[in-house]
């Protein structure tokens, strides 16, 4: 892949990746730092002519983040530790969301189990269809389907119960 095309896949599909890459850590630095990386495996290793280029960069950001947070997990600092213990529960997503329902439907995702919040993670606030889902999840369409509508019926029950 040539430096053009870099550009062009960067102003075309960076914000929405970082947005995902956001969405799964919760952390301005790491999403940075994440999307970066996603494009850089992109320009030394995405092969030319690659049939969808949004889901190969979504699955490179998945997969590094996953990786990432593998690597979180061995080591944890005494700083992290007095950081969370002063912060709370409060993150910085729900410092950020100021619109009490926002934050309703924040704290309602964060109940739902892994898989089914990256799918409405994906198909919501990455406008990827199911079928680019499913091929970055390795599931069928019709899996991501039911996914997500059992993820949108867990919501609105967290939802309804929460207001």
């Known amino acids: 892949m040539d430096r053009e095309m870099l550009n062009i896949f960067y102003g075309r599909y960076g914000r929405e990746i970082y947005l995902y890459l956001y969405s799964l850590s919760g952390d301005l ?25 949004r889901a190969w960069l979504y699955t490179v950001a998945r997969n590094l983040y996953f990786n990432a947070l593998k ?12 950081e969370t213990q002063e912060s709370g529960e409060s993150g910085i997503l729900e410092r950020l969301v100021a619109d009490e329902k926002c934050r309703a439907l924040y704290k309602a995702m964060g109940k739902l189990d892994k898989r089914k919040r990256e799918v409405v993670q994906m198909q ?20 991501v389907r039911v996914i997500s509508y059992r993820a949108r019926r867990e919501l609105k029950s967290y939802l309804e119960g929460e207001l």
Not at 74 to 79: D, G, P
Not at 124 to 142: C, D, M, R, V, W
Request: glycine letters at 4%.
């Open 29 to 53: 630095t790491i999403s940075e730092d994440l999307l970066q990386e996603t494009f850089l495996k992109a320009l030394l290793s995405l092969p030319d002519g690659h049939a969808n280029v």
């Open 71 to 82: 690597k979180e997990k061995r080591k944890i600092s005494l700083e992290q530790i007095k």
């Open 124 to 143: 919501y606030f990455g406008n990827l269809s199911q079928k680019e889902i499913a091929a970055i999840l390795h599931l069928t369409p019709e899996n």
